[in-house]
């Protein structure tokens, strides 16, 4: 069992479309992340909450937008995004910094 | 910022034999370093992980040493299995990971 569930499993949209990718973690974990993977290379950081709050933010467009409504839940809000955004997104979780992160599925996008 | 190199990219193995994949990274503060199991299509899994004040862990056929001098560490694998096959990440972190390239991993029967 995947004990971070991250939905959709896929999504496809336009470059004027505005979307939003889900995670959620009933791991008491108080650290939740977004990662972005192109195809055969490592996860990339984008954004870190720690106690709810953004923490980390790796130079990310400001068309990706993370949001994180309560220590369980984590999302990532996605507009005007251009083809290059085509990824997989994973989500991923710790009880705190330098602590073993359990990752998500994630989402894979594709920008139209 | 912090720099993880991750060597050889492709490696071969005959089941049954040993594998190994070396890691070096640049910021002296990191102190927590670990390993991650990617296959394909599916996310990556913690396999094992090592913090500053160790020098080397073991579980089970996976162990990984870590060189705080030369800031280097590596993950060796015996025993190898075709569920070994897969792609296998090292990362160093102070705070936040940063991942290495990972190296792709073939088990040949």
């Known amino acids: 069992d995947t004990e971070v569930t991250q939905t959709p499993k896929h999504l496809v949209m336009g470059m004027t479309n505005k979307k939003s990718l889900k995670c959620e973690q009933h791991m008491g974990h108080r650290a939740m992340y977004w990662y972005k993977q192109k195809a055969k290379k490592p996860p990339e950081l984008m954004f870190v909450?720690?106690?709810?709050?953004?923490?980390i933010n790796e130079s990310v467009p400001s068309r990706f937008s993370p949001e994180c409504p309560n220590s369980s839940l984590l999302n990532l809000h996605l507009h005007a995004l251009q083809p290059e955004d085509s990824a997989l997104y994973l989500c991923?979780?710790?009880?705190?910094?330098?602590?073993?992160?359990?990752f998500g599925d994630g989402t894979r996008l594709s920008i139209l | 910022g912090e720099n993880v190199e991750q060597h050889p990219s492709t490696l071969s193995v005959q089941e049954g034999d040993s594998a190994v994949i070396k890691c070096t990274y640049s910021?002296?503060?990191?102190?927590?370093f670990p390993w991650y199991k990617q296959e394909l299509g599916k996310r990556p899994q913690l396999i094992i992980d090592?913090?500053?004040?160790?020098g080397e862990k073991k579980d089970q056929r996976i162990a990984v040493t870590l060189n705080k001098t030369a800031k280097h560490f590596s993950l060796h694998i015996t025993e190898t299995q075709p569920e070994d096959s897969a792609v296998y990440f090292c990362?160093?972190?102070?705070?936040?990971?940063?991942f290495g390239k990972g190296t792709r991993l073939h088990i040949l029967p």
């Open positions: 090592i913090r500053s004040n160790v």
């Open positions: 990362a160093a972190s102070k705070h936040k990971i940063i």
């Open positions: 910021d002296s503060a990191s102190n927590y």
């Open positions: 991923a979780s710790s009880q705190g910094p330098d602590q073993p992160q359990h």
């Open positions: 909450y720690s106690y709810e709050k953004l923490s």
